[in-house]
């Protein structure tokens, strides 16, 4: 089994308008461990830098700083050579990440034989069978003579899944996986990632802005904003006791058929808005602070992290440094202020 440690992944992009260079940083420190058996779900709105960070992890994006490790059960480290067979990726397109010139067999043949999983062309034809009925995509013969546009939505994104399977890979990123997908296709695809990360024990980095499906189909929760991870815990805690005000805002705007939108955003947060002009959101504050409800004039300085719970963990200025209260300091408005 392998495990993958990320440690200050940081990301800058150069912008030129021009002859003005400037720099925008889309991912910000971040640091998690994947490892066997477990999904990690990273959520956010667009632009938080979620896919940057998969894209880094996949080596499709090389890191302005820090560093991805990832491990043997013996804990020597997986070599460069060796590191795509452990780490594949499910992207969010798949009709995009699929040529559509080239049947399903041919995909999924050729990291076979580029991995050296199989040996002679009967032992590769019968392999990709194997792996076309392990997605559930029967009969596999059949299948594996059609070509992507041949096959529905949920049908190619299965053959995308089998792709990372082939080299025999023990950490999978799936990038939006079922956005692209029909809502009533979805649960069946991500029914098919969870059953075969049991049976391979695969750790497994799922991205998503559905907060709904993230709690449901991951063991932590990491809460992306502006490129910085401002929460982090358990699913269910995170969800069901959001503490950052942002993951609270994300928790309520979930549709709830039972509950006007409006009125619940408003129970959520148990905030107003402070009084006045926002704070300016440009660094090194808090990300979020020209959004926030309970903005604080201290919210202009970087906030640090804090232990609310077991493992539950919140980048916030309502919350004590040394984590010795779990609750928002003062009522959560701008006559707060962190003990």
Same mark, same amino acid.
């Given at each position: 089994?392998?495990?993958?440690?990320?440690?200050?992944?940081?990301? $800058?992009?150069?912008? &030129?308008?021009?002859?003005?260079?400037?720099?925008?940083?889309? /991912?910000?420190?971040?640091?998690?461990?994947?490892?066997?058996? !477990?999904? /990690?779900?990273?959520?956010?709105?667009?632009?938080?830098?979620?896919?940057?960070?998969?894209?880094?992890?996949?080596?499709?994006?090389?890191?302005? #700083?820090? *560093? =991805?490790? #990832?491990?043997?059960?013996?804990?020597?480290?997986?070599?460069?050579?060796?590191? &795509?067979?452990?780490?594949?990726? /499910?992207?969010?397109?798949?009709?995009?990440?699929?040529?559509?010139?080239?049947?399903?067999?041919?995909?999924?043949?050729?990291?076979?034989?580029?991995?050296?999983?199989?040996?002679?062309?009967?032992?590769?034809?019968?392999?990709?069978?194997?792996?076309?009925?392990?997605?559930?995509?029967?009969?596999?013969?059949? =299948?594996? !003579?059609?070509?992507?546009?041949?096959?529905?939505?949920?049908?190619?994104? !299965?053959?995308?899944?089998?792709?990372?399977?082939?080299?025999?890979?023990?950490?999978?990123?799936?990038?939006?996986?079922?956005?692209?997908?029909?809502?009533?296709?979805?649960?069946?695809?991500?029914?098919?990632?969870?059953?075969?990360?049991?049976?391979?024990?695969?750790?497994?980095?799922?991205?998503?802005?559905?907060? #709904?499906?993230?709690?449901?189909?991951?063991?932590?929760?990491?809460?992306?904003?502006?490129?910085?991870?401002?929460?982090?815990?358990?699913?269910?805690?995170?969800?069901?006791?959001?503490?950052?005000?942002?993951?609270?805002?994300?928790?309520?705007?979930?549709?709830?058929? *039972?509950?006007?939108?409006?009125?619940?955003?408003?129970?959520?947060?148990?905030? *107003?808005? #402070?009084?006045?002009?926002?704070?300016?959101?440009?660094?090194?504050?808090?990300?979020? &602070? $020209?959004?926030?409800?309970?903005?604080?004039?201290?919210?202009?300085? !970087?906030? *640090?992290?804090?232990?609310?719970?077991?493992?539950?963990?919140?980048?916030? &200025?309502?919350?004590?440094?040394?984590?010795? $209260?779990?609750?928002?300091?003062?009522?959560?408005?701008?006559?707060?202020?962190?003990?």
């Amino acid at each position: 089994m392998t495990t993958l440690e990320v440690r200050g992944l940081t990301k $800058d992009f150069s912008l &030129r308008s021009g002859l003005r260079q400037s720099r925008f940083r889309a /991912v910000d420190d971040v640091s998690f461990t994947l490892t066997p058996g !477990r999904t /990690v779900a990273l959520v956010g709105e667009s632009g938080s830098g979620k896919s940057t960070v998969a894209r880094m992890i996949a080596r499709l994006e090389r890191p302005t #700083a820090g *560093e =991805i490790v #990832a491990t043997r059960p013996d804990g020597t480290r997986v070599g460069d050579r060796d590191y &795509r067979d452990h780490v594949q990726m /499910v992207f969010q397109d798949p009709f995009a990440s699929l040529n559509p010139f080239h049947t399903v067999e041919h995909h999924l043949a050729r990291p076979l034989k580029l991995h050296g999983r199989t040996k002679g062309r009967e032992d590769t034809r019968r392999t990709v069978e194997q792996l076309l009925e392990r997605v559930n995509l029967t009969p596999a013969a059949d =299948i594996a !003579r059609r070509r992507p546009h041949e096959l529905s939505g949920g049908q190619r994104q !299965r053959v995308a899944i089998a792709r990372a399977l082939a080299p025999g890979a023990r950490v999978v990123v799936a990038d939006e996986p079922v956005s692209m997908l029909d809502v009533s296709i979805r649960l069946g695809v991500l029914n098919l990632l969870a059953r075969l990360q049991r049976e391979d024990d695969l750790a497994v980095l799922y991205i998503t802005h559905d907060l #709904a499906t993230a709690r449901h189909f991951s063991d932590e929760i990491l809460v992306m904003y502006r490129g910085r991870v401002v929460e982090r815990g358990p699913a269910d805690e995170v969800i069901l006791n959001p503490r950052h005000p942002y993951t609270r805002i994300l928790a309520a705007a979930a549709p709830d058929p *039972e509950a006007r939108d409006r009125d619940r955003l408003r129970e959520a947060l148990g905030l *107003e808005p #402070a009084g006045g002009s926002t704070l300016p959101g440009d660094d090194p504050g808090c990300a979020f &602070r $020209d959004r926030c409800p309970s903005a604080m004039e201290i919210c202009a300085r !970087r906030p *640090e992290d804090v232990a609310v719970g077991p493992d539950h963990h919140v980048t916030c &200025r309502l919350y004590p440094g040394d984590g010795r $209260d779990a609750r928002p300091a003062g009522d959560g408005t701008t006559a707060g202020r962190p003990a």
